[in-house]
Structure formats: C-alpha cells, structure tokens
C-alpha cells in the first residue's frame, strides 16, 4: 500500500479560481511528480521533482506551478484556473537510483465551471 | 510524444482466457514497467523489468522484453473479471530515470 497522499480528491471551482492540489508522502521518496490525464487517455508529465527546492517542468506544458519545500510535500498550484484545466491530476513519488518504482496517490479530479 | 505505445488499445475477452497486451517504444531504456489503474483511480505498480533482463513473472503476470524490437509485452494468465482495468507501460531513459507513460490498453474481463 502507497503511502501517498492526494487532497482534494474531487474539486468543482468556478473559471478564475486560485486552487492548490496537495500531495504529501510519507516514504521518504526524494524524486516526486504530478502527471495530468484526461479520462481514459494517456498520463503526461507536468511537473517533477529530485528533492527539496528542485522543481523541473515535465513534457506537457501546464500553467501550474509546483514547490518543493519539504521532502513529504509537493503542492501544485493554479493562479487562476480555466475550463481547459479540467482533468485528473496524479501525484507520485519514487526512489533515486535505478529501480524507481513510481507510487501514485488515488488522484484529484478538478472540474472547472 | 510518448516514448512508449501499448497495443491493443481495448481488448475484451471471457474469464478464464489469457490476455495479452503489447508496449513498443521509441529509444533505448534503463527499465519498463507496467502499472495498473481501476477506473478513477491512481496506478498501482505491478512489475519493473531491466533492460539486461528478457522474461519477468509475477503470480498471473508474465513480461517479457525484447530489446532489439524495442516492444514488452504482458500477458495475464486466467483472468478474472477483477483484472479489468487500465494498463499501462512506463519507460526511462537515460540519467534521470524519469519514467514516461504511454496510452495504456484499457481490459474488460467478462465474468
């Protein structure tokens, strides 16, 4: 069992919005990532992470930002949420090295009206 | 675009039957994994094979690994209908070891 953690799991907000998507950890995992997808579609990376105060941008490009303050802890932020930012967002983390098993967080749907 | 593409992308078969799904990618990798996911839910890790390794099992699970054609597949031994979900293969490469997901083949076992 996972022990990554994802709230809200299900967010309704209206056009404009400032939201934060949390993610926390309890593995110790050094790397963690946020991937974005659409119902029955493909994930894609937006954000990752090595460790603390490391922050790179994956290959989808998104208008969220994400900070690494603490090793447990990877919110994503929206500024100002729109219709197309409708979707399922993934946190995740794993371990440095090789064999980096990805553990995901049950997901938050964002829905924005 | 993704590195890695599973094939088919929607399979249905009868419990009892094995199934098979495909992941051919693009460059060479470090590892490939496979990852399940129940419908609304997140992905649940379910075998990693490293590129010096040809044949993985795992319970029901058997993964195979051709280097050469790039492409893995996965078979699932007597399925069940709990089997259905979404399943997908992740690749790395190169130093970062930051794995990227393709389309997945979404799997309906019929009871």
């Known amino acids: 069992e996972a022990d990554i953690y994802q709230t809200p799991r299900y967010l309704v907000i209206g056009t404009g919005k400032k939201i934060t998507l949390e993610c926390s950890q309890t593995m110790g995992h050094d790397k963690m990532y946020w991937y974005q997808q659409d119902p029955g579609m493909e994930l894609h990376l937006i954000h990752y992470?090595?460790?603390?105060?490391?922050?790179e941008k994956g290959d989808l490009s998104s208008e969220s930002t994400v900070s690494r303050i603490r090793t447990e802890h990877f919110p994503l932020t929206l500024e100002s949420a729109r219709p197309s930012h409708t979707s399922q967002y993934l946190c995740?983390?794993?371990?440095?090295?090789?064999?980096?098993?990805?553990?995901f967080g049950e997901g938050s749907w964002l829905t924005v009206v | 675009s993704q590195q890695g593409e599973e094939d088919p992308q929607a399979l249905s078969i009868q419990e009892g039957e094995n199934a098979t799904m495909n992941c051919s990618y693009k460059?060479?990798?470090?590892?490939l994994q496979w990852y399940r996911q129940n419908s609304g839910r997140g992905l649940v890790h379910l075998i990693l094979i490293r590129s010096n390794e040809r044949e993985k099992h795992s319970g029901r699970l058997r993964v195979t690994l051709d280097t050469s054609k790039k492409s893995s597949s996965l078979l699932i031994t007597a399925s069940r209908a709990a089997d259905t979900a979404s399943y997908f293969c992740?690749?790395?490469?190169?130093?970062?070891?930051?794995?990227?997901f393709g389309r997945g083949t979404s799997l309906i076992v019929h009871p």
């Open positions: 992740a690749t790395d490469v190169g130093g970062s070891y930051i794995p990227t």
């Open positions: 995740a983390s794993s371990e440095t090295g090789s064999r980096n098993t990805i553990y």
């Open positions: 992470s090595y460790g603390v105060n490391s922050t």
């Open positions: 460059t060479s990798i470090n590892n």
